[in-house]
Each structure stands twice: as C-alpha cells, then as structure tokens.
C-alpha cells in the first residue's frame, strides 16, 4: 500500500526494520523484566523450603541480552523488508 501511495523501495525496507526493532526492543525488556522476576521469585521460593540462596543477576548479561534480542530481531526482519520492498505495486493493491 505504501509503494502505491508513492513510498519508494527503501523507505519501505526502513519502516519495517524499524517497526521490528521497535517489537523486538519491547520484547527482549518485557523478557528481560519478566525473567528477572521470576529468578527473584525462585530464590524466595528455595529460601522458604530452607535452601538460603542470595538474588544476584550479572549487569554483562542483561546487556548481552538486550544486544542478541535486538540483533535477532532486526535479521528476522530483513528478507520480509526485502520481499515487501520488492513487491510489485499492482500485485500489492490486488491482495489487498
């Protein structure tokens, strides 16, 4: 819709890397927050069976994680940004 309207290819391409950056930045926080808490919640769990254990997360990894999150995201984007660029206009208008 958007080469129909007068987008050239690679603004096409940038919407879409981008939009899944976006999607992947807010999935690899909500992962991120989401797996912290359940560590947190898992040593509490041991401490009240009487293991004592301290909550302790490495800064390295939640950066290594934000970092492979949005790397997987952005190369899970390229061949669809590819393939919507590339679409032919009048193919594009008829699926739709």
């Keep these: 819709m958007l080469r129909a309207v007068g987008a050239i290819r690679r603004q096409v391409r940038r919407m879409i890397l981008s939009e899944a950056l976006i999607l992947s930045a807010i999935g690899t926080a909500f992962g991120i927050l989401a797996g912290l808490y359940m ?28 970092a492979v999150g949005i790397l997987f995201g952005a190369l899970a984007a390229i061949v669809p940004a590819r393939q919507a660029a590339r679409l032919d206009v009048v193919e594009a208008l008829r699926y739709e």
């Excluded at 997360?57 to 934000?66: V, Y």
């Design 39 to 66: 560590g947190y919640m898992a040593v509490k769990a041991f401490e009240a069976m009487g293991f004592p254990m301290e909550y302790l997360f490495p800064g390295s990894g939640i950066l290594l994680a934000i």
